[in-house]
């Protein structure tokens, strides 16, 4: 279970450095999409924000921590999307759109915490945004690389009609890697669940 990982580690480099520089141009692009919003934009987002805070602060019903299998849901439904689409030519532009947009998610939620409270709003982020994503982006880029190699190796066994071997090896290398980080993706959601919250709460009241 543990060669796949190795070998998309140590003989895929380059293919990590792309995705990671495209996951980086995303983050940063949703950071600027910020500075492009309209003033009644910013507003709506500033009054949300303010209520939001308050509920966590007063401890009310507004502020409702997701279950554990909705958090894991959705990374899972994430990392299935990524899996899915490695198994084909045409998935391969999709896979790197997915890995642009997560940066621009993160970027642009950063984006309008700091825009909105500064230093606060980084703090917020440090502890609401930052902890389980220190696992879960690397868990992603890993498996989009997974994905890319294997479509690219798809390509090369039947678009150039280079036949350098049997494909159900690959394919459950690619699927046992996949698997692994899913294990990983459910970890953190754990991890999200249980202690982001928490640490939510502790920094909340600096800002509401």
């Not at 983050?27 to 966590?56: H, K, P």
Request: glycine share 8%; proline share 4%.
């Amino acid at each position: 279970m543990l060669h796949p990982i190795r070998h998309t580690l140590k003989d895929q480099t380059p293919l990590y450095v792309f995705v990671s520089v495209l996951f980086l141009m995303g983050v940063v692009f949703g950071a600027l999409m910020v500075n492009a919003l309209t003033l009644e934009q910013q507003q709506d987002i500033s009054r949300y924000l303010g209520d939001f805070f308050l509920s966590i602060n007063e401890g009310g019903a507004e502020f409702q921590p997701q279950t554990f299998w909705d958090v894991a849901a959705l990374h899972l439904k994430w990392l299935g999307l990524i899996w899915l689409l490695g198994l084909s030519v045409i998935g391969l532009p999709g896979i790197l759109i997915l890995d642009f947009l997560k940066g621009v998610l993160i970027g642009f939620t950063v984006g309008c915490l700091v825009g909105q409270y500064t230093w606060k709003g980084l703090l917020f982020a440090l502890v609401s945004v930052a902890p389980h994503n220190l696992i879960v982006i690397p868990a992603l880029l890993i498996a989009s690389v997974a994905a890319v190699g294997f479509s690219l190796n798809i390509i090369r066994s039947r678009v150039l009609m280079s036949r350098t071997g049997h494909a159900t090896r690959p394919l459950l290398s690619y699927t046992g890697l996949t698997l692994v980080m899913a294990a990983v993706l459910l970890a953190v959601s754990s991890f999200e669940t249980w202690v982001t919250p928490v640490l939510m709460s502790w920094v909340t009241p600096l800002i509401a």
